[in-house]
């Protein structure tokens, strides 16, 4: 035993040219990746030749090479030779015997390792294929499900027919359809169920599938069901092949074209009329219109249109199930009055539309329209309430060969707008001479804002004149718009016209800028004698929440006094603010800006709104002053005087515009005014240049 063990270390001794190292080489194996697998097996190969069970030990050895991968076929051959030849070289030959049996050891682990782990590969292999199978078959089991409930489900009739023409299944939806029993039809020849002029050209269809250069084919087919009622039906044929391409069943899917139709039909109505009411929708409305304005229409037409007024108040006070039996009311009563001589449609949600080819004439029209406007005031009782509508309508009539449907339109609209303008509850007809100065107008007011960015804008003034002396006490700024094309817009006009866009504000501020400039300017030239500055002072720009801070700010930036600086407030303005805008005009009285109350028509000034709003003058303009006139009526006269009488009992200054006379202003000043303006001190008005030439020459 003694020798054995000297033998065995000095057989395994591990140097830098060691056992382990020259056995990795020998395996063709990277020493740092399997020295630790290796390190292990020559532990045990070193504990085989020193037991007497080395074979067993041996055994260990050989499965080990297994296990750590070393199952190359060359593997277990050179660990043979080089364990063979290694020890050989250093056992002695008597214990031969011993060495013998540690190397069949081995070979017979590296056999019996080896072959277990093929069978446990084949056995997972058999079973990932046999897994992969039943996956399959599960797959295809539940792709035929599918395709058997869809099959059987469907909506469409379908059939699977042989290459013979045989019916070979169908569905339920192809009974329906040709009203067979399962028997009748499971079997039938395919071409049976065609019309006899038919069947030549289901036979085409097929040859064509036969050929591949279609995969599918749709025609539109006749076929007879078992009553010998005859249909129309369309058909799409399939051809089906197999794995290596040849043809094995023909599929066929049929569908009623009549139900098709019907369908159609449907969806066409829907999309061409209103459900709520029935009647046409604005599409229809709107192809009628287009028909009727081709060379084949009528040669005039009465296009009408009527609009529910305030009819959000139904819905909002009653609800939109009400507000809809309303709108069928509304319906009704067009039908009755429109239904044999109109076509009728609801061309919005509270509009509805008539368009009559060839009138007898506009008065017929009207006729119509005010009798349905009458139906329509009739209430519709919901409970104990009496529902009633008015409607405001517009009229146009004209020639309808080569007119623009798109035209007509916009010229009703317009039209319908007048009537609402005018106060609602009323027919309007069109009027193409007012169309073209309110389109012209609006064409104006569309363009005010690219006006102000080109600099077409300026501010005049107008002189205010002390009644006692002529001495110029005042100028009021006035916004001009130098138009390229339509010359020069007064203040006036660019009141309205900026109201239509919302540019009223922003107009006013920029005139206001304009204004406390030039008449900084003044000041710092004049002095003294600059007069004092006047605009108008609007409700809309009294409801920014900025006015204090946007004001002081253009008096600082221009150096004009607080007190230099007065505003001019239309008599509906105080009606028109609440307290904190109420508030906001007192602050800047506070700070030296001076209010003025503009009597337009000389109505009843509204004293208790008048307590909130900070006044330093009234002015009077209109009737308080041609009451005056020479001449005037006595009635006007009398109603003027009581005015300016009850006005001086304010204790601030009173003034006029719009004098005219001298005759007027003795009378004026006699009555208490102290400033006035008008056609009596000159109709043109000064540019800023011209106000300072004036003050330098005085």
Not at 158 to 165: E, F, P, R, W
Not at 196 to 217: M, N, Q
Not at 470 to 478: C, H, M
């Amino acid at each position: 035993m003694v020798d054995q063990a000297g033998v065995a270390r000095g057989a395994f001794a591990r140097d830098g040219d060691g056992f382990v190292r020259e056995w990795a080489a020998v395996l063709g194996s990277d020493l740092l990746e399997n020295q630790v697998a290796l390190n292990g097996l020559a532990d045990r190969l070193h504990t085989a030749l020193m037991t007497d069970q080395a074979t067993a030990q041996a055994q260990e050895v050989g499965r080990g090479l297994v296990e750590h991968g070393f199952t190359s076929p060359s593997a277990l051959e050179r660990t043979l030779a080089f364990v063979g030849e290694h020890l050989l070289e250093t056992f002695p030959a008597k214990h031969t015997n011993r060495l013998m049996a540690v190397l069949g050891g081995i070979a017979a682990g590296y056999s019996e390792a080896l072959r277990e782990r093929t069978l446990d590969q084949q056995e997972r292999s058999r079973s990932q294929v046999v897994q992969t199978i039943r996956d399959t078959e599960a797959a295809l089991r539940a792709s035929e499900a599918k395709f058997r409930a869809v099959f059987r489900t469907a909506a469409v009739g379908i059939a699977v027919i042989g290459l013979d023409s045989e019916v070979l299944d169908f569905n339920d939806a192809l009974l329906a359809l040709l009203d067979y029993r399962p028997e009748q039809l499971a079997g039938r020849d395919a071409r049976d169920l065609m019309h006899p002029d038919d069947r030549d050209s289901v036979d085409e269809v097929t040859a064509v599938l036969a050929t591949g250069v279609r995969d599918h084919v749709r025609a539109e087919k006749r076929m007879v069901r078992a009553d010998g009622e005859v249909i129309d039906v369309l058909i799409a044929v399939s051809l089906v092949r197999d794995d290596a391409g040849a043809p094995v069943y023909h599929v066929a899917m049929v569908e009623n074209l009549d139900e098709v139709r019907a369908l159609q039909s449907q969806l066409l109505r829907q999309s061409l009329n209103d459900v709520q009411t029935g009647l046409a929708n604005r599409m229809q409305f709107l192809g009628w219109l287009e028909g009727a304005v081709g060379s084949k229409g009528p040669g005039t037409l009465a296009l009408v249109v009527f609009d529910i007024d305030g009819f959000r108040v139904v819905n909002d006070a009653f609800g939109h199930d009400v507000g809809d039996r309303v709108l069928n009311v509304v319906a009704g009563h067009l039908r009755e009055v429109f239904g044999g001589v109109g076509q009728l449609a609801r061309i919005g949600p509270d509009e509805f539309g008539v368009l009559v080819p060839d009138p007898v004439d506009i008065a017929t029209v009207v006729t119509l329209a005010e009798e349905a406007v009458e139906l329509l005031a009739e209430p519709v009782w919901v409970g104990d309430s009496g529902i009633g509508v008015t409607a405001s309508v517009g009229i146009v009539v004209q020639a309808a060969r080569g007119a623009d449907a798109t035209e007509l339109m916009r010229c009703a609209d317009v039209t319908l707008r007048w009537a609402k303008d005018d106060g609602k509850a009323r027919w309007a007809l069109y009027d193409k001479a007012r169309d073209d100065r309110e389109r012209r107008r609006l064409m104006l007011a569309a363009s005010v804002s690219g006006g102000l960015e080109q600099g077409d804008f300026r501010v005049d003034y107008e002189p205010v004149r002390s009644l006692a002396d002529g001495s110029l006490i005042a100028v009021e700024a006035r916004l001009g718009w130098d138009h390229p094309t339509e010359g020069y817009l007064d203040p006036a006009s660019l009141a309205s016209l900026s109201a239509c866009t919302g540019m009223a504000a922003r107009l006013g501020w920029w005139a206001m800028e304009q204004a406390c400039h030039h008449a900084g300017a003044w000041y710092r030239r004049f002095g003294s004698a600059t007069p004092v500055l006047t605009m108008d002072l609007t409700a809309r720009q009294c409801q920014e929440p900025e006015l204090v801070a946007e004001v002081r700010r253009l008096l600082r930036e221009s150096g004009l006094p607080a007190s230099m600086l007065r505003f001019e407030l239309g008599e509906q303005l105080p009606a028109l603010i609440n307290e904190d805008q109420a508030e906001e005009l007192a602050i800047l009285a506070e700070h030296g800006v001076r209010f003025v109350l503009d009597q337009m028509g000389g109505g009843n000034i509204p004293v208790d709104k008048l307590r909130q709003v900070p006044l330093h003058g009234v002015k009077f303009q209109g009737s308080p002053v041609r009451g005056l006139a020479e001449g005037a009526n006595r009635l006007d006269e009398s109603a003027a005087v009581a005015l300016l009488t009850w006005a001086r009992t304010l204790g601030i200054p009173l003034y006029a515009a719009g004098v005219r006379t001298e005759f007027e202003a003795r009378r004026l000043r006699e009555l208490g005014v102290t400033g006035a303006q008008g056609p009596l001190f000159g109709t043109a008005l000064w540019s800023a240049d011209e106000v300072a030439g004036v003050l330098g020459k005085s």
